[in-house]
């Protein structure tokens, strides 16, 4: 069974630091490109980030400069570093990943960020 599965969530205070990752499993040779998502209770899901099977990132204007998304293709993984959090950047997140002949969402993964 092909899926991604996201980790990494949880707890955390403002300014704080959290490092997410999607991992495909299966019958799957690689990632090709990721995007995370993430909706906050009540509002519409957002796109956060993403990446490209050339490396290429794309951002936010709401995250630029506080998260960071990678990719690590011998691990079938995509990962999303975020730093700097804010009270707002509470949500669930949710990997969508490109894995070829499949596309992907994963269950999500909350982030609270509070004091």
């Known amino acids: 069974q092909v899926q991604v599965v996201e980790s990494g969530g949880g707890y955390v205070q403002p300014g704080g630091s959290l490092r997410l990752s999607c991992e495909a499993s299966?019958?799957?040779?690689?990632?090709?490109?990721a995007i995370w998502y993430r909706q906050a209770h009540g509002k519409e899901r957002e796109r956060v980030a993403s990446?490209?099977?050339?490396?290429?990132?794309n951002y936010a204007d709401s995250v630029k400069g506080r998260f960071t998304i990678s990719g690590d293709n011998a691990r079938k993984t995509v990962i999303l570093q975020m730093n700097s959090l804010k009270p707002e950047d509470t949500a669930i997140y949710y990997c969508?990943?490109?894995?070829?002949?499949?596309?992907?969402w994963g269950q999500g993964t909350q982030v609270t960020v509070s004091s």
């Open positions: 969508y990943a490109n894995l070829g002949q499949y596309m992907r």
């Open positions: 299966g019958s799957i040779s690689s990632i090709y490109g």
């Open positions: 990446i490209t099977s050339g490396g290429d990132t």
